[in-house]
């Protein structure tokens, strides 16, 4: 099978470094300066400093090359994704596209999955998602990820393609839950990452990661998803490894809010618009995500963190 990804970002660099153990790839990257500079250095000094690229892997800033493998993953942003499918969609017609890309697009509503599915009925998709730092698949660190395809044969073709050395790859074919479980648990994070952010201590990040959880399940259940598709790596392995440790944008995000400072704006947190696009849906299917609905609150600047933290500590005493 041959594999190109898309997107030259630090997940995507990290993931061809991944895969070129297995042989040739080809990784994309939208601008010219950049695919010549890391093809130079061997390095994604932007994005990914301190790993080498392998001599398998090629970069190019030509999509038409990138294009030519059957195989695309593609690790761009999420609210991007549409653009990308669109812009190209001549080339990536009849592909076989494995979204690495986690949210809930803003205009939409809909998954990674879902919005392939919308720009190109006739491509074949799959979902690779997962608790997982690019520095710690650059570095050839153990790391598990859930691949979920609602084709069972295509599913395991991907996987015995995309399994690397480090890279281990659980098939699902509950394509719903892993969409959900990966987009909502950003929005947990960035909950917490306020929470420690004021000095609220762990007990309480403990008990919002507990009752996140519990929005999470409400949500994706009512979608059609699985439930031990959340209790797995796309749900719960993911907000175990997001919501407590600095490496995830969403969490140091939260941070920010919690200690009143501001934020880098050119950094990418999928968190931010995943959290605007769940609470409009959750307002359309009835379903009460109180957490969701304060981070929103958070991010709009239309609560503080105390009257965020007041309003879930007074809401009814019920049964868990």
């Not at 994005?47 to 690790?75: C, F, K, M, Y």
């Not at 960035?190 to 519990?214: H, K, N, P, Q, W």
């Not at 409400?218 to 175990?240: I, N, V």
């Not at 947190?269 to 959290?275: K, P, S, W, Y």
């Amino acid at each position: 099978m041959t594999l190109s990804v898309i997107g030259a970002g630090a997940f995507g660099t990290a993931l061809a470094i991944s895969l070129a153990g297995r042989g040739p790839v080809c990784l994309w990257a939208r601008s010219v300066e950049q695919a010549a500079a890391m093809n130079a250095s061997r390095e994604n000094a932007a994005r990914l400093p301190g790993h080498t690229l392998p001599p398998s892997l090629t970069v190019t800033s030509e999509i038409t090359v990138a294009a030519q493998n059957q195989t695309l993953l593609l690790a761009v942003p999420m609210q991007k994704l549409r653009d990308l499918l669109l812009d190209h969609g001549e080339m990536l017609r009849g592909k076989t596209l494995v979204a690495c890309c986690k949210g809930i697009e803003l205009s939409t509503g809909l998954g990674p999955i879902a919005v392939i599915a919308d720009c190109l009925p006739e491509a074949r998709s799959a979902l690779l998602t997962g608790p997982s730092f690019a520095h710690d698949i650059a570095a050839g660190l153990p790391t598990a990820l859930t691949l979920a395809c609602a084709d069972a044969d295509l599913g395991k073709a991907l996987q015995q393609a995309l399994n690397t050395g480090n890279l281990r790859l659980y098939r699902s074919t509950d394509t719903i839950g892993a969409e959900q479980g990966g987009a909502l648990k950003n929005v947990i994070a960035i909950a917490c990452g306020a929470v420690i952010g004021a000095g609220l201590g762990e007990s309480a990040r403990a008990a919002l990661m507990t009752r996140g959880y519990a929005e999470m399940q409400r949500m994706a259940l009512a979608l059609g998803a699985q439930p031990e598709t959340l209790a797995g790596l796309s749900g719960f392995g993911d907000m175990a490894l997001t919501c407590t440790s600095e490496g995830s944008r969403n969490y140091r995000l939260g941070l920010s809010l919690g200690r009143g400072v501001a934020f880098d704006p050119s950094v990418t947190v999928e968190g931010a618009a995943t959290a605007h696009a769940v609470a409009a849906k959750a307002r359309d299917m009835n379903l009460d995500l109180p957490i969701t609905a304060c981070v929103v609150g958070l991010l709009d600047g239309r609560l503080t963190l105390n009257a965020a933290m007041t309003a879930l500590l007074t809401r009814p005493l019920k049964e868990e």
